[in-house]
C-alpha cells in the first residue's frame, strides 16, 4: 500500500494519476445511487419511490481506513491536490442539495382562488350576475340586489384568495431561510495544507476537520475523534446527542458510530473525518428526493371540505330545480322561473363559511407559531 506524496497525484491502478487516467475509469456509483440513463432507449430514468425507499447501499463504513483511502484516491496526511478537486468538482458538481420544482407564484395564488369552497363560491356570484343581467333584459329598473351579492361574493372569494397566499407564503419564506442554516465555509485538507473552503465546493475524498458548534459539511466517514457527539434530530428523529468514534458499529450507516451526516450538528468534541458523499447523494439528498416524488396527498380537512361542498350543490341545485318546475307548473313565465332557480341555489350556499375557516385556522396557525410549530399550508 503507497500513499502519494503531498506534490503529487494519487496513484492510479498502475502507479501514476492524472485526470485523464480518472476520466477513464469507471467511478463507483455514490450511495445507492441508480443509473441515470437507460442505454436501450437512451433516455434518463428518473429515480422512483421504491428505489429511494431502500436502506442506503454503501461499505464506506465498513470498509478499513486504509481500503477507504485507496479506493478515494487520498492521503490522509496531505489530502486531495488541486487537480483531482477540480475534476471531482467537474464530475459530481456542487455539494448542494437540487430543491424541488416550485409552481410559479402566480399559480400558487390561482389554487388559492378556485381551489375547494372557493370554486362554489364563484359559481354562486356568476348566477347572481346572470340573474342580474337577466332581469335587466326583461324589466325595465329591475332588481340589484343580485348584482350586489354577485360584487360581494367576487369581493369576498378574492379577499380569502389574497390572504390565504399571505399567510402560506410567509411560511415559505420561512421555510427558505432554513436553507441559510447551511454552513458557507468548512476547514479542509489539501496539498498538505489547512485552508477554509465553501462547504459548496467539497468533493469526494477530501479530509475535513469539524469542532463543536459545526454543521456537518457532506456525508463523512471518521478517522479520529475526541469526545465528539452529534445531534441527528433533523435525519434520524432521535432526540438525545450520538456520540460518534472511529470504529464501524452496525452495518446500517445511519446507525454506525464512525459517520456523521450531512446538516446535522456537532454539539460537543471534534473530528477529523473524510468525504464519502455529497450534494443529493447524501442521506438528507436522498430524503430530499424522495419528498420531490411523493405526489402532494390531499389533507383530511380538505376532503372534508370537498365533500362538504358536493353536498351543499348537490342540496342546492336539487332544491333550486324542484322550485323550478314548480314555478312552472304555477304559470309563472321562463325568466321568472329561471331567476327564482339562481335565487335559490344562490340561497344554499354558506357565503360566510370560507372567510370563517379561513380566519379559524391562521389563527390555529399563529397558535402552533407559537410553540415553534410552522404550518405551511392552511389545510394541513
Known sequence: FMYHSCTSASPSINGTWSPTNEME??????????PSCDHRRGRTRKPTLDDLRREIQMDEHV????????????????????????????????????????????LKFLKNLVGGF????????????????????TVDGGDQSNLFLGIILVALV?????????QEAKS??????????TPENTKVLREG?????????????????????????????????????????????????QSRNAHSSNPNPLESKNMAFFSTDAVEGTCTGVV??????????????????????????????????????????????????????FGYNWFSAVIFLIG?????VPEGLLPTLTVCLTLTAQRMKAKNCLVRKLEA
Not at 118 to 137: H, N
Not at 173 to 178: H, N, P, T, V
Open 25 to 34: 475509469e469507471t467511478r463507483p456509483l455514490q450511495s445507492d445511487e441508480q
Open 63 to 106: 470498509v478499513s481506513l486504509e481500503e477507504l483511502f485507496t479506493r478515494l484516491e487520498v492521503d490522509p496526511e496531505c489530502g486531495l491536490s488541486n487537480d483531482q478537486v477540480h475534476f471531482r468538482q467537474r464530475r459530481d458538481g456542487p455539494n448542494v442539495i437540487t430543491p424541488p420544482r416550485q409552481l410559479p407564484e402566480f
Open 118 to 137: 372557493a370554486l362554489l363560491l364563484w359559481a354562486a356570484a356568476i348566477m347572481s350576475l346572470v340573474a342580474y343581467g337577466i332581469q335587466q333584459a
Open 158 to 166: 378574492l379577499v380569502t384568495g389574497m390572504f390565504t397566499y399571505y
Open 172 to 181: 415559505e419564506r420561512i421555510m427558505k431561510s432554513f436553507l441559510k442554516m
Open 193 to 241: 495544507g489547512h485552508r477554509d473552503v465553501r462547504v459548496d465546493s467539497l468533493v469526494v475524498g477530501d479530509i475535513v476537520e469539524i469542532e463543536y458548534g459545526n454543521r456537518i459539511p457532506a456525508d463523512i466517514r471518521l478517522i479520529k475523534c475526541s469526545g465528539f457527539k452529534v445531534d441527528n434530530s433533523s435525519l434520524t428523529g432521535e432526540s438525545e446527542p
Open 276 to 329: 464519502v458523499r455529497t450534494g443529493d447523494h447524501t442521506a438528507m439528498g436522498r430524503i430530499a428526493r424522495l419528498t420531490g416524488i411523493i405526489k402532494g396527498e390531499k389533507t383530511p380537512l380538505s376532503v372534508e371540505i370537498e365533500h362538504f361542498v358536493r353536498l351543499i350543490t348537490i342540496f342546492a341545485v336539487g332544491i333550486g330545480v324542484i322550485f323550478f318546475v314548480i314555478s312552472i307548473f
Open 344 to 348: 335559490i341555489i344562490t340561497a344554499n
